[in-house]
């Protein structure tokens, strides 16, 4: 089975940008059903035009995607400068859907019913969005919605065949479409799980019956203890996720704590009864994560890998691995250079939920 054909190209006119692609795309396959294209939101007001470009230029009829701060191609990452990246795939015609613009837990009963696996981007602005997320996720049969929120300094917009933009759009697949999934977070652990004992909203005020702050500072050690300020950026909350056989978590940042009454402010509502765990975010742990996600995709797929989807977080990148392209550079060397594209997202979706400081891998079979 042929493989997908991918490109990428950076540059201040969106023209120039987009011909670029097509040169390095070339010969267009007859047999190319679904585009995937995904642009900066530098050319965010132009989304319309050059998505209208390559519908005309490839006469591929059907496309998805998003804006992104940052764009993701195979080995290259463009973050905060206008590129774009494209892929077309080679899908029957009978195996994929397009996925309308949900806004609301309703819409998804219209959709069909003997979808398998879920692609999709979001609006940051639809505050319903884990609901559609889970709704999606109980309405294919595989449980499996993947994704990204759209990421922009300005106007955030997605692609569903035309520019759409409030909710949840994509591309539903069958179960003929062989594919795997993945996700990797980054994290590492810094001591045990706690059950929150007291609670309100997003303010934890103990843990296992002990002040919240006085455990935390417990475990992220006594230099970061004296100056947390240090600790900012450094240090998250999980919380893992109820029934998950990985041990996934949320991973939240903490905003702000209180010493005079020890209570801890995190950016997610809790309550009584749910758990929580310190964690540290660095390169190292980020690298190791990557690299054991991507030995299990490989494993998980057991086929050649035509092309490839990967949402990353704003948080990741450069910001995370301490060089350009190393993030992408890191799925290149290990699973070798095939056609990807994505972005670096506002939010990430995996399965059932919408996570962050996660990279989501997909492949095509």
Known sequence: MAHFKSAHAAGTDWTQAAQACMGQLGAIPAAATLGFLYVADAFADELGAILDFFKSATGVPHWTGSVGVGICATGVEYLEEPAMAVMLGEFAREDFSMLPVLRTPQDIEAQPADAYFALVHGDPANNRMQELIDGLSAHVSSGFVVGGLSSSRGETAQISDGVVSGGLSGVLFSERVKLATRLTQGISPLGPRHHITTANKNIVGSLDHRPALEVMKEEIGEVLARDLQRAAGYIFVG?????????????????????????????????????????????????????????????QLNAPIRGGVYYSCLGRGEHMFGAPNRELGLI????????????????????????GYTGVLTLFG
Do not use: K, W
């Not at 893992?240 to 991973?251: K, M, Q």
């Open 239 to 299: 919380l893992p996720v109820r029934g998950s056989d990985t041990g996934d978590y949320l991973v939240r940042n903490i905003l702000g704590v209180d010493p005079h009454n020890h209570l801890v402010a995190i950016g997610e509502y809790v309550q009584p009864g749910d758990e929580l765990l310190f964690c540290r975010r660095d390169q190292q742990t980020a690298e190791d994560d990557l690299l054991r996600m991507l030995t299990a995709i490989g494993a």
């Open 332 to 355: 290149r060397d290990a699973l070798g250079a095939f056609p990807l594209v994505g972005f670096f997202a506002n939010g990430e979706i995996s399965h059932n939920r919408l996570y």
